[in-house]
């Protein structure tokens, strides 16, 4: 039999050779996507959501699109994630049934994979969140506002979260906080309100940096609620005056710059170099520290070998620090 270009010879493998060849193609242009500049408009409204894998980001997304959307997020029926690369979905509130009286402007949602990822390290997730925020920032697209959703269903709020939140907080920076939501999810999913407020109440503590400098809260559920009070829609509306009030009181279209393009684009440093990662450094070291004490057995051996190739890739040259320490945080 002839050899294909692939350099296997039966049908059946060089399917699959070429299909994954494909699907690795795929999904890297997919993880380098950003909206080119003829695409955009310039009073398009971006915004990025973010949260952990599994709060609800992509459920919120499917939902303001609605179930007539030819192109929507897939949503994960487990606690593996379906969002892996950083995409946007354009809503336009001049055509959309769900979202109508914003403006007539176009809102571009950018769903992105949450950390703690099953199948994707989170300095993978960081850098591909980062290539889409630099790429989109280099084509002239600005952020106008960026929702961070978190389940509100009772649980621990841990270590974890508490790192992943700092990251998010970095990624933004001090001054874009103003324009961020911090929105709590499921809030279909428990019949006791009154546990609910609570469980919120508390979150809101563990959020008081960035809720004292300016960010917003909002609610979600799964369904829509005959009064709406939890609906996608009727987050992204008061996401987007918020936003819109926010313009023209600083009397421009131009949204806000994050920290994290602020670093990569204008002061040019490497991903490494970078407020988030190094939060995400310090999540990966205490990690380390809590692998340690868990006991040598395979399963923690193979966390703390990924935690540690984490590590390697943010590790932060001496021309970096000397930068870090001339240019601050
Ligand atoms: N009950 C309920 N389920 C939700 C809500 N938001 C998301 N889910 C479910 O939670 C799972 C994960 O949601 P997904 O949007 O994929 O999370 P993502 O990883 O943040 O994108 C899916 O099974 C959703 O149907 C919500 O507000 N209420
Ligand atoms: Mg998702």
Redesign the pocket.
């Known amino acids: 039999m002839e050899e294909s270009p692939f350099g296997c010879h039966s049908f059946a493998s060089s399917t699959v050779r070429i299909m994954r060849f494909l699907s690795q193609t795929a999904s890297k242009q997919r993880e380098d996507s950003f909206i080119a500049k003829e695409d955009s408009r310039p009073d398009d409204i971006v915004i990025p959501v973010m949260?952990p894998?599994?709060?609800?980001?992509?459920?919120?997304i499917a939902n303001v699109l609605g179930e007539d959307a030819q192109d929507k997020p897939q949503?994960?029926?487990s606690l593996d994630?379906?969002?892996q690369v950083v995409q946007h979905y354009i809503v336009d509130s001049a055509t959309s049934d769900n979202v109508s009286n914003l403006s007539g402007r176009r809102i571009i949602l950018v769903d992105t994979p949450?950390f703690d990822d099953t199948g994707v390290s989170d300095f993978d997730i960081l850098r591909r969140v980062s290539a889409w925020l630099e790429n989109s920032y280099r084509e002239g697209t600005r952020v106008g506002a960026v929702i961070y959703?978190y389940p509100v269903y009772p649980g621990r709020y841990s270590h974890n979260d508490r790192s992943n939140l700092k990251i998010f907080s970095k990624l933004c920076g001090k001054n874009a906080l103003t324009r961020v939501t911090l929105a709590t999810?499921?809030?279909?999913?428990h019949g006791d309100q009154d546990l609910l407020e609570r469980r919120e109440a508390d979150l809101q503590s563990h959020w008081r940096y960035m809720l004292e400098c300016g960010a917003s809260t909002g609610r979600?559920?799964?369904f829509n609620d005959p009064d709406h009070r939890y609906s996608a829609a009727t987050l992204l509306k008061e996401v987007v005056s918020k936003a819109i009030s926010r313009e023209q009181s600083e009397g421009e279209l131009a949204g806000v710059i994050l920290d994290l393009q602020q670093q990569v684009v204008l002061q040019q440093r490497e991903l490494n170099q970078t407020g988030a990662a190094r939060e995400l450094k310090k999540k990966l070291d205490s990690l380390v520290k809590e692998y340690e004490s868990m006991g040598d057995n395979p399963v923690v051996r193979a966390k703390a070998r990924d935690v540690v190739r984490q590590l390697d890739n943010l590790k932060i040259s001496v021309v970096g620090r000397l930068k870090l320490f001339l240019l601050g945080n």
């Not at 894998?53 to 919120?60: A, D, R, V, W």
């Not at 999810?185 to 999913?189: F, L, M, N």
């Open positions: 949260g894998t599994g709060s609800g980001k992509s459920t919120f949503t994960s029926v994630s379906c969002t949450g959703i999810s499921r809030w279909d999913e979600l559920g799964r």
